[in-house]
Structure formats: C-alpha cells, structure tokens
C-alpha cells in the first residue's frame, strides 16, 4: 500500500504539462474546500474548478475495475467506499459554485486537457464579465 502513489502519477504528470503548456496555473494536490478533508489533483481557485484524475482500479472504472481475487469483500467494499466518497465531493464542490471535472487515467491526456483548459476559460470569462 505504501508504494501506491495518491498524487504524481503519469497521467497527473503528462497533464499538468499538457495544462501548463496552454498557459494555465493550477494548484497541485489542494483543497477546493478548506472545510472538505479531499484533494483535488489540479484546483483552479478563482475560477473554481477541481479536477480530479482517477484510478481505474481505486476508483472502480466500469471499463476497466477487476474486482481482486483475495481479500474480495474487503476491497470491493474500499473501492464502493471510495466511489461514494468521489460522489459525495462532486456534490459537496457543485453546491458550493465550483465545477468539478474528472477524468479516468487511461483517457487520451491530449482530450483531457483540452476539455480542462476550455472550462477554465469558460468559467473565467463568465465569472469577470
């Protein structure tokens, strides 16, 4: 457990450089919320977008989620707890005006940051204007 990366990953990494690259600053691994114990892997603070790019395994992608052979009912149930989790923040940030996006780890980086960077400038232009 304790190899398991929870933020750096290849895909946080090859976006944030993708994001980065178009010009937008980000914070890494913050807090939308000071209030909410949960990190976002990219938060956009005066624009108010968190994104959050997800595991396919901890997270429980319908495409990709094996559930484990050993230790099955405990692992289904942290994979269920997490998603739960994820559902519950999603509505948390949405309450509080913030726009959530969140993307799974084998999405094409390219598709990612692109969606990323034009829902930055949306929300930018619509919350200046």
Known sequence: MQAIRSRDTKPERLIRRLVHA???RYRVAA??????????DLVFRPAK???FIDGCYWHGCPEHYVPPRTNSGYWSDKVAGN?????????????AGWTV?????H??????ALKIVSTVRDRRRRLAG
């Open 31 to 40: 807090r939308p919320l000071p209030e909410l114990r949960r990190t976002a």
């Open 107 to 112: 999405e094409d980086s390219d598709v990612c």
């Open 101 to 105: 996006l969140r993307f799974w780890e």
């Open 22 to 24: 178009n010009g937008l």
């Open 49 to 51: 977008v968190a994104v």
């Open 83 to 95: 998603v739960a989790r994820d559902r519950d923040t999603d509505r948390r940030l949405a309450e």
